[in-house]
């Protein structure tokens, strides 16, 4: 499964921006991770098949995410952007490969800057 990322640019604090994951295929588990300059890779959101919602308690509140099983694409809106959100975002895909062993695969990341 391949994931192409889009939405991530430049906004103010206090502003919103949309992400986008769109899978090749069909997926289960879907998310987000992000990373900001001289920071760990950290989880940010999750979504299962069903679409159960797990986030992170930095992003609680702000951000949502949700998926259309049917162009097996997910989102990520995020409101009340404040710096410390600003980070590469990358998206990943739980799948099963054609011999039924879970795999993931990652989106290439997009940029995230929020401006003060």
């Known amino acids: 499964v391949q994931l192409v990322e889009s939405g991530g640019g430049l906004v103010q604090a206090g502003g919103s921006l949309r992400l986008s994951c769109a899978a090749s295929?069909?997926?289960?588990?879907m998310g987000w991770y992000r990373q900001g300059p001289g920071k760990q890779r950290e989880w940010v959101a999750h979504?299962?098949?069903?679409?159960?919602?797990y986030y992170a308690d930095s992003v609680k509140g702000r951000f949502t995410i949700s998926r259309d099983n049917a162009e097996n694409t997910m989102y990520l809106q995020m409101d009340s952007l404040s710096p410390d959100d600003a980070a590469v975002y990358y998206c990943?895909?739980?799948?099963?490969?054609?011999?039924?062993?879970?795999?993931?695969?990652w989106g290439q990341g997009t940029q995230v800057t929020v401006s003060s």
């Open positions: 990943f895909a739980d799948f099963y490969e054609d011999w039924g062993v879970q795999a993931r695969s």
């Open positions: 295929g069909s997926t289960f588990a």
């Open positions: 979504i299962g098949s069903s679409g159960t919602t």
